[in-house]
């Protein structure tokens, strides 16, 4: 498969070609919103192509949030044409090798609930829930690609954030607080790291850390 990054006009061409109504729709969400975010000239596209054509597109871009570098993933999505590859998995993989070339230390995303068992398969786990009961994740990235969620997805909160450099575990202590705070019962039955994350987040130096 070919990983490769396509500029505005390209990807339009691509969206062109879909055939599949929740492909199209999906697809135009997603140009909404990086023509919001103003993401194209930065950022472009990157899509998966096999000699089939087209297996797999992704909307991604590295930020400075919350201290340190991150791996953003706003709208990932197979076409029907390429489906039952294992495409999104690769995607990701190579999304995530990409962003560590470029100085990222951890990949975040809300997943929703319909996306859950595919995230759930390449490893992914989660701080809680958020507002939009979509479930929150923030782990630490590395070269191995979607390995490495393997390394973290049976560690606790607290092993997660030592991993982290001070300045960087108090950003993210703030930085997944505000994405969780509003966590209810609305796990969709996926652990989560809620509990033992606020018991971090109320313990009395830590506090005195964020101040």
Not at 117 to 136: A, E, P, V
Request: with cysteine.
């Amino acid at each position: 498969m070919l990983y490769k990054k396509v500029n505005k006009t390209d990807y339009l061409k691509i969206h062109a070609s879909l055939t599949d109504p929740a492909d199209i729709k999906f697809s135009k969400t997603a140009i909404g919103m990086w023509d919001f975010m103003k993401a194209w000239d930065a950022w472009g596209v990157r899509i998966l192509e096999d000699e089939e054509g087209i297996c797999c597109i992704c909307f991604m871009k590295v930020s400075g949030q919350a201290g340190t570098k991150v791996l953003f993933l706003s709208n990932i999505f197979t076409p029907a044409s390429g489906r039952g590859k294992g495409s999104a998995r690769t995607m990701i993989d190579f999304n995530i090798k990409e962003a560590v070339n470029l100085g990222a230390e951890t990949i975040r995303l809300d997943c929703n609930k319909s996306a859950l068992g595919f995230y759930d398969k390449i490893g992914l786990s989660y701080w809680g829930t958020t507002r939009d009961k979509s479930m929150f994740c923030d782990l630490p990235i590395d070269s191995t690609g979607v390995s490495c969620f393997q390394q973290t997805k049976n560690k606790t909160a607290a092993e997660i954030l030592d991993s982290y450099s001070e300045r960087v575990r108090t950003a993210k202590i703030k930085w997944i607080y505000k994405k969780v705070k509003m966590h209810e019962e609305t796990d969709h039955g996926h652990p989560c790291r809620y509990d033992d994350f606020m018991d971090i987040y109320n313990n009395k130096a830590t506090l005195e850390l964020l101040l």
